[in-house]
């Protein structure tokens, strides 16, 4: 089993930043491990999106909308994914989900965060 615990969501202004920040678990005497970790956005209304992910070694994808503006970092010691968002636009307001793919002996399994909301005002 993992926990992934976020913190940092809040209500800011156009043109602002928060940091998102997530800390991942894994149950003693479990067997998985902590692969890929990130962040995924849902709106009101719209579909759950991917904004950023880093692997274990901190390499980043992160999606072209928010590229020039968010940053993913990736502490694997700790598995803590961070995402920083600069310049921040009403448009990015949604609840912002943390995810971890976690792989076991004989398999794989995705767990969720339960969410944090960004509010952006214009």
């Known amino acids: 089993q993992v926990q992934l615990v976020e913190s940092g969501g809040g209500l800011v202004q156009a043109g602002g930043s928060l940091r998102l920040s997530c800390v991942g678990s894994?149950?003693?005497?479990?067997?998985?491990?902590?692969?890929?970790m990130g962040w995924y956005r849902q709106a009101p209304g719209k579909q759950r999106e991917q904004v950023a992910t880093?692997?274990?070694?901190?390499?980043?994808n992160v999606a072209d909308s928010v590229k020039d503006r968010f940053t993913i970092s990736r502490d694997n010691g700790k598995n803590t994914v961070t995402l920083q968002m600069n310049s921040l636009e009403p448009e990015d307001t949604a609840v912002y989900y943390c995810?971890?793919?976690?792989?076991?002996?004989?398999?794989?399994?995705?767990?969720w965060g339960q969410g944090t909301q960004v509010t952006v005002s214009s």
């Open positions: 894994v149950t003693s005497g479990s067997d998985a491990s902590i692969n890929v």
């Open positions: 995810k971890a793919d976690a792989h076991y002996t004989f398999g794989s399994y995705n767990y």
């Open positions: 880093a692997t274990t070694s901190g390499l980043p």
